[in-house]
């Protein structure tokens, strides 16, 4: 990966914006930039001066195993949990600094406090949540690689659960087995809490695996993902325990044909909105447009959830590059739930299909 690259890129920006300096705390983006992994408990603080020069701040415990494994030469420790963690940024503010770059949603209050005591003549904060964002929203070759595999190892788990259903079998049983495969496959862990919910309660639906013992004749709905040298996948894949009802059967169809709808879509300068108005029309043509209560899909990179997002009012363009989820599901009270959720890469001329496991109700 060029780091050195992604930095420069972002410099870059910082200039267009009259920004001083760059503050980092979201662990994806810090990751974008350095390529070094942290435990899920442990943080760190990437900083960049408008020049494109880092400073990696990092836990004291992590300090000298990021002097050997990442590529920053500037590395510098701060106490973990303590009072006065931030106190390692102290340096970065000279009198040259004014406007700070920080991500919005990473930046807690107690943060935003400290920074702004920094300088010396005051502070302003400056989003740049979006700037990141689009740095990281096409996909590079050496990106697509990372995700193809982490879309591998997340296909070979699942077409193995499936093989594992079976009246009597725990939700939480086979959550279980799922999180065990993807670290025997080779995934650094799974992207997301994955989730199986079987049965009417699906229709919620609830989104954690439970106790509850499959029963013959409902549906179940296993969602799940690896993560692979940071980077994400997401697959869901609907079943039924026995015999599938027609009610059951109708509501699969309809979300599967939701999906078709959806790709079909999917190329360049196409907008969000539309590739989500194409699989809603399908659901609410059945009348069950009530029962689609999400979106039809979202970007997945480094985070699980980034952009594009495919939903109503969002106007983005689909660009080739770009890799993300499509995902419609029909939740119907009475009957159960079914979801198909592949991943996609956009293409100069449509998409690419990232995951690899039968999309029938089997």
């Known amino acids: ?23 980092l705390f979201d662990r994806d983006n810090v990751r974008y930039f350095t390529g070094f992994r942290l435990n899920q408990a442990a943080c760190s603080i990437l900083a960049v001066d408008r ?8 836990a004291q415990l992590d300090f000298e195993r990021a002097k050997r494994e990442c590529w920053i030469e500037r590395i510098v420790p701060f ?21 700070v770059g920080v991500e919005k949603a990473s930046l807690t209050l107690r943060h935003a406090e400290y920074l702004r005591g920094l ?58 087995l799922v999180e065990y495969l993807l670290r025997r496959e080779g995934a650094e862990g799974a ?8 049965g009417e309660e699906a229709a919620w639906p609830r989104r954690v695996a439970s106790g509850k013992s499959l029963q013959r004749g409902e549906l179940a709905l296993l969602d799940m993902g690896a993560v692979y040298e940071g ?25 599967r044909e939701a999906q078709e709808a959806a790709l079909a879509n999917i190329r360049p300068g196409v907008k969000a909105s539309e590739v989500d108005h194409a699989a809603r029309e399908v659901i609410e043509a059945e009348g069950l447009g009530e029962f689609f209560p999400h979106l039809t899909g979202h970007g997945v990179g480094l985070s699980i959830h980034e952009d594009p997002i495919l939903d109503r009012g969002m106007e983005m363009e689909l660009r080739a590059g770009m890799v993300m989820t499509v995902e419609p599901g029909v ?29 029938d109700l089997v």
Request: hydrophobic share 40%; aromatic share 6%; proline share 6%.
């Open 191 to 198: 992207s997301f809490e994955p989730f199986l919910m079987s």
């Open 51 to 58: 020049e494109g020069c880092p400073t990696y701040i990092v």
């Open 119 to 176: 300088g010396r003549t005051g502070v302003e904060l400056v989003d740049i949540e979006g700037l990141v964002a689009d740095l990281r929203l096409i996909k590079t070759e050496e990106e697509l690689i990372y995700i193809r595999r982490a879309a591998e190892i997340a296909s070979r788990v699942m077409r193995t659960i499936l093989r594992e259903i079976r009246p009597g079998a725990t939700e939480a049983e086979l959550v279980g």
């Open 331 to 359: 939740y119907l009270p009475g009957v159960g739930a079914a979801r198909v959720e592949d991943m996609v890469v956009v293409t100069q001329t449509g998409y690419e299909i990232l995951t690899d496991v039968p999309r």
């Open 231 to 255: 980077y994400c996948s997401d697959i869901t894949r609907t079943f039924p325990v026995g015999e599938p009802t027609e009610k059951q059967r109708r509501i699969f169809r309809v979300t």
């Open 79 to 99: 106490p973990e949990d303590a009072p006065n963690r931030l106190s390692a940024l102290g340096p970065l503010f000279h009198g040259a600094v004014r406007r």
């Open 1 to 23: 990966m060029d780091y050195a690259g992604r930095l420069r890129a972002l410099a870059g920006r910082m200039r267009e914006k009259d920004i001083d300096l760059t503050l």
